[in-house]
């Protein structure tokens, strides 16, 4: 019984992160993906196809700061 919830909630975990990743995605205009580690740690990538795109994507998230 322990298992199933831990297996619930890193299907939960899954979820959100899918989730973040897709609405993130929407606002940048690119793909992006994000990297969890049970830990709690992990990485976010932004996917970008040239130099504009990269510029376009730094002042959304300056805009942000």
């Known amino acids: 019984e322990i298992r199933l919830s831990l297996v ?4 939960c975990i899954r979820d959100s992160i899918k989730r973040m990743e897709n609405e993130l995605s929407d606002r940048f205009g690119t793909n992006i993906s ?3 580690k049970q830990s709690g740690k992990g990485s976010i990538n932004f996917k ?3 130099l504009d795109d990269l510029e376009r994507i730094i002042k959304k998230l300056k805009l942000l700061g």
């Open 48 to 50: 970008y196809t040239n």
């Open 34 to 36: 994000i990297s969890h």
């Open 8 to 11: 619930g909630s890193e299907m």
